[in-house]
């Protein structure tokens, strides 16, 4: 059974910082990519990052770019956001991903890990 699953969220001030990180297991990630995407309350789910489980080539939007940033450990089989110069618009639940590359719509997605930012 293949399982994502976030941890690190929690409530933090703005300006802050916060490492979310999302443990995969249940198959073989090789071949896929791995990412992060949140949502508030009344808006879309929106992409964040991804990054290749094999090989690397991370890839932001550009709501992350300069204080998001995507990593993993194959070893730990854990990827994770970190999260610099936290602003209230942060604030969303935020959940781990896995899509097959060169395909668009995730396989598999995490239950999600709030994050809370307060002015």
């Known amino acids: 059974q293949v399982q994502l699953v976030e941890s690190g969220g929690g409530l933090v001030q703005a300006g802050g910082s916060l490492r979310l990180s999302c443990a995969a297991s249940g198959r073989s990630f090789s071949g896929y990519r791995l990412g992060w995407f949140r949502q508030a309350p009344g808006n879309e789910r929106e992409f964040i990052a991804s990054i290749n489980w094999s090989g690397g080539s991370p890839y932001y939007a550009d709501l992350a770019k300069g204080r998001f940033t995507i990593s993993k450990d194959n070893a730990k089989n854990t990827v994770y956001l970190q999260m610099n110069n936290l602003k209230p618009e942060d604030t969303a639940v935020y959940y781990c991903?896995?899509?097959?590359?060169?395909?668009?719509?995730?396989?598999?997605w995490g239950q999600g890990t709030q994050v809370t930012v307060s002015s």
């Open positions: 991903a896995a899509r097959r590359q060169g395909v668009q719509r995730p396989d598999y």
